[in-house]
């Protein structure tokens, strides 16, 4: 008996070879694609948390010139140290000076070259002593004069640059062209945990960082032979007494290991729950098409029971089919994963988000967990088939193979609440975070997260209920199609209210699809509106000078101050305003919890003249004209740190501490260009010196005019007032277009998952439609038998994925509480929705239409 049901096993499998071909296809495309989501979401973390390569590799003591800030190891100090101070004191055997200039780099055509993720591109001292030179020359020569550089191998990498090249350096005051004398590694990497760097000559780099001859930000020092690191941490400290910062560089490459660990790691969460999107649509497309390819196999496993075979026989047959099956798709899936994961890392790149700098993951979590997850799908889709299958008498199986067996409510009613209660808990955890978390971009998008994940169950559980929606609405097809064809709307009527699950099955995949690309269409509208609206409202300005660069977060790159200069004598311009920008961390007043350590608070303060502020911004609550020494705060920081106007307040900029008087609140409501505080240009200087300039606002004068005022100025733009808001939202809906790479990889493999669903299903019937041609049906009626199911489909997965993607929308309204996700689609959005998904059914179901009414009678008769 054994071998007689092993050998009507391997001839059953190998006489579905093309649907088993399709099932393949569609779980090595979801495999793939759960890969390559995981690979770039291990890449993205180990970029973003950089590699083990310091710049302090050879280091034993860093001196900072007065205090640095315990809570960021990249701040620069707030002082500057004498570096000819340091090397005379005793145990120094080497000593050099150090400084960083946040800059940007841009090829010889203007393009810039983003900075490995998360990071910045920072110009550096070149290291002439080789006792402390942590870098290694890989390509050329050392940087020797001023206008040389010497620049690490992401950099290189990233702009195809080579020792000889002309790049462009935009610093905070000037911008300049300077050639590349050589490319370095740093311990064997192409980037160090702070980001790129761009090292030159040292007199360069202290004049670009505006500081006295002699003195310096750090010194780096190496300790003479059998001078512990510790002791002679100690006696200098002893020696600079509180003019000065000690430590050991070990203990700083520590401090910066564990925040980049830790970026890393929160980077890599958001980018993994992002990728969750791509891994649940590969999911649900394996247990949907495995499921139909198990259930059309029904008849013939029930003729196995039918000659002795036991349900628990046949439970093992498709459980070991299904693991050979699951098996060959995780290997190919995993293998292919890797180039899906190339194409997101340039996707991404393209964006500003460059992970280049990290290598392929190879472990055990990247390999491993995608294909273990493809047999286990393939495996619970297994369980739940064979379960059905095994209970299917012999005598109900030989009626049709295209009938299906009646099956119990309660079940499903009872899977489909336990879905919806999973999507409950997530909204819980969006409301929970809505009422627990200040208010800003981090709540939002933590709260539209878990919103998504519960909108993700509710699509899981709305195609669990899909079977019971058939029923009624193919009622309505049918109708539709007796009037407008007759007897084949008859019979397209008839197949469909008797094949629910086969129909249900394929709407499931377009609901998916529908549901993705109306939600995240939904949000981008939304978003994209408002900030076209409240930029408007805003910006009073009709023009903006901004860098073609951008930075990592997807914003204009900084600007070179020296550029607003030019603008003076343009014609027809009454009004310039140079908006600078840096960040501040404040000191006091602490706003604790009681027994909780206080947690730091950084803010950034955007700085611009206020005679006439009010000719280029339009701030909401109109804030008065500001003194040196004070400072404006938006409402949402004197409303988090309780905060009042008159207040003293005391910040830590780059140049140490600065009390200042809390003039009063306004609001910007494009949170754009003032999102938390305002200052003017005095108390920037006393800030920061080198505030980055992130734009420049014109009022007055024409684009031409303005154009030619700054054509000397490389990679500058003049843009209007709606392309700066569209160039300045974008590091705000970086996140909502990250959504789009994976949601199109998601989408595509949906529609895919539908095509082999409907494919499988007219295959599934190739008696049926035969036997209708036999009878006299006509091949145009049994194609349109089919385009009325497909009808059917189109109509079932457009009204449900439109609803999910209304109701994630309004949820996420009411949680995050934003003005940027309004509940009011446009009216075009819906129909267009309903006739791309049209057109993807119709697109998908035209060859298996050709194929069911080419199907010849003996065929039919011999079909199974």
């Not at 500003?352 to 967990?369: C, H, I, K, M, P």
């Not at 493809?374 to 619970?380: E, H, K, N, R, Y």
């Not at 009037?483 to 094949?499: M, N, P, V, Y």
């Not at 998601?746 to 599934?764: I, Q, R």
Request: no cysteine; net charge positive; glycine share 10%.
């Amino acid at each position: 008996m054994e071998n007689a049901l092993w050998l009507i096993a391997r001839r059953s499998f190998a006489e579905s070879r093309a649907r088993t071909a399709a099932t393949l296809l569609a779980a090595v495309g979801s495999i793939a694609l759960i890969a390559g989501s995981l690979q770039f979401a291990l890449r993205a973390q180990d970029a973003v948390a950089g590699s083990d390569a310091s710049e302090y590799a050879r280091t034993d003591v860093l001196v900072q010139g007065g205090a640095a800030d315990p809570d960021d190891p990249y701040a620069p100090p707030d002082g500057r140290i004498r570096l000819d101070r340091v090397a005379a004191l005793p145990g120094v055997a080497a000593a050099t000076g150090d400084a960083a200039v946040p800059v940007t780099a841009a090829r010889p055509g203007g393009q810039a070259i983003m900075a490995s993720a998360e990071g910045r591109t920072l110009l550096r001292p070149w290291t002439p002593d080789p006792r402390l030179n942590p870098y290694r020359i890989e390509d050329g020569r050392a940087p020797a004069a001023d206008g040389e550089v010497a620049v690490v191998r992401h950099i290189a990498r990233a702009g195809k640059l080579r020792a000889g090249d002309m790049m462009t350096l935009t610093l905070p005051r000037e911008t300049r062209r300077v050639r590349i004398a050589g490319i370095v590694g740093v311990q064997g990497r192409g980037a160090v945990a702070a980001g790129d760097l761009v090292l030159a000559p040292p007199e360069t780099v202290r004049r670009a960082a505006m500081l006295p001859a002699g003195t310096w930000q750090a010194v780096w020092v190496k300790a003479a032979p059998g001078v512990p690191a510790d002791r002679l941490r100690g006696e200098l400290a002893r020696e600079l007494g509180g003019g000065a910062t000690v430590r050991t560089a070990e203990s700083v490459r520590r401090a910066q290991a564990a925040a980049a660990a830790s970026e890393g790691a929160s980077v890599a969460g958001v980018v993994g729950m992002l990728a969750a999107v791509a891994v649940f649509v590969g999911l649900f497309v394996v247990a949907n098409t495995f499921g139909t390819l198990v259930r059309q196999r029904t008849r013939r496993l029930a003729l196995l029971g039918a000659i002795g075979a036991t349900p628990r026989q046949i439970g093992l047959l498709i459980r070991l089919e299904a693991l050979a099956l699951g098996g060959i798709a995780a290997v190919a899936g995993t293998a292919a994963g890797l180039p899906l994961s190339a194409l997101i890392v340039r996707l991404f790149a393209r964006d500003g988000f460059d992970v280049s700098a990290a290598g392929t993951r190879l472990g055990w979590v990247a390999l491993g967990v995608p294909a273990v997850a493809g047999i286990l799908v393939t495996q619970a889709a297994a369980w739940r088939a064979a379960r059905r299958a095994a209970g299917v008498s012999p005598v109900q199986a030989l009626r049709s193979t295209a009938t299906e067996t009646r099956e119990r409510r309660l079940p499903r009613l009872l899977a489909a609440s336990a879905v919806f209660l999973g999507a409950g808990f997530w909204l819980a955890v969006a409301a929970a975070i809505r009422f627990g978390d200040p208010p800003g971009p981090d709540r939002t998008f933590a709260v539209s997260l878990m919103t998504l994940f519960g909108a993700l169950l509710a699509v899981a559980g709305l195609a669990v209920l899909t079977p019971f929606l058939v029923g009624p609405l193919g009622g309505l097809v049918g109708r539709a199609g007796t009037l407008a064809g007759g007897e084949t709307g008859r019979l397209a009527h008839a197949t469909i209210t008797r094949s629910p699950r086969r129909v249900s099955a394929a709407a499931s995949s377009l609901m998916l699809g529908v549901a993705l690309v109306a939600s995240v269409a939904l949000v981008t509208i939304s978003v994209n509106d408002r900030f076209r609206e409240a930029g408007r409202q805003v910006m009073a300005a009709e023009h903006a000078i901004a860098s073609t660069a951008r930075t990592a977060e997807g914003a204009p790159a900084p600007l070179a101050r020296d550029t607003a200069a030019r603008l003076a004598g343009a014609p027809g311009v009454t009004r310039t305003a140079v908006l600078t920008q840096t960040e501040v961390k404040l000191v006091s007043p602490e706003r604790t919890e009681p027994g909780e350590e206080p947690e730091p608070f950084y803010f950034l303060v955007s700085g611009a003249e206020q005679r006439g502020l009010r000719d280029v911004l339009r701030l909401g609550g109109r804030p008065p004209e500001l003194r040196p020494g004070e400072i404006a705060l938006s409402s949402a920081v004197m409303e988090d740190r309780g905060l009042r106007p008159g207040q003293r307040i005391v910040v830590r900029g780059a140049h140490g501490r600065t009390a200042l008087t809390v003039a009063d609140a306004y609001h910007d409501p494009s949170h754009l260009f003032a999102d938390q505080a305002l200052a003017a240009p005095a108390t920037m200087e006393r800030l920061d010196a080198g505030a980055a300039t992130r734009a420049i606002l014109v009022r007055g004068g024409t684009t031409e005019a303005l154009e030619r005022a700054v054509a000397g100025v490389p990679g500058v733009r003049v843009l209007d007032r709606d392309a700066y808001v569209a160039a300045a939202s974008a590091s705000l809906t970086r996140a909502l277009r990250a959504t789009h790479t994976f949601v199109g990889m998601a989408l595509l493999l949906a529609l895919f998952g539908m095509a082999t669903t409907v494919s499988m299903s007219v295959a599934e019937r190739t008696r049926e439609f035969g036997l209708l041609g036999a009878v006299g049906a006509t091949a145009r009626q049994i194609r349109s038998i089919v385009r009325w199911e497909a009808a059917t489909v189109v109509a079932l997965g457009t009204i449900l994925g439109l609803a999910v993607a209304t109701g994630t929308l309004a949820l996420l309204h009411v949680l995050t509480g934003s003005s940027f996700l309004r509940p009011d689609p446009p009216w075009w959005l819906f129909p267009l929705v309903a006739a791309g998904a049209a057109v993807a059914t119709l697109a998908t179901t035209a060859l298996p239409a050709r194929r069911a009414a080419a199907v010849p009678v003996l065929e039919a008769a011999k079909a199974e």
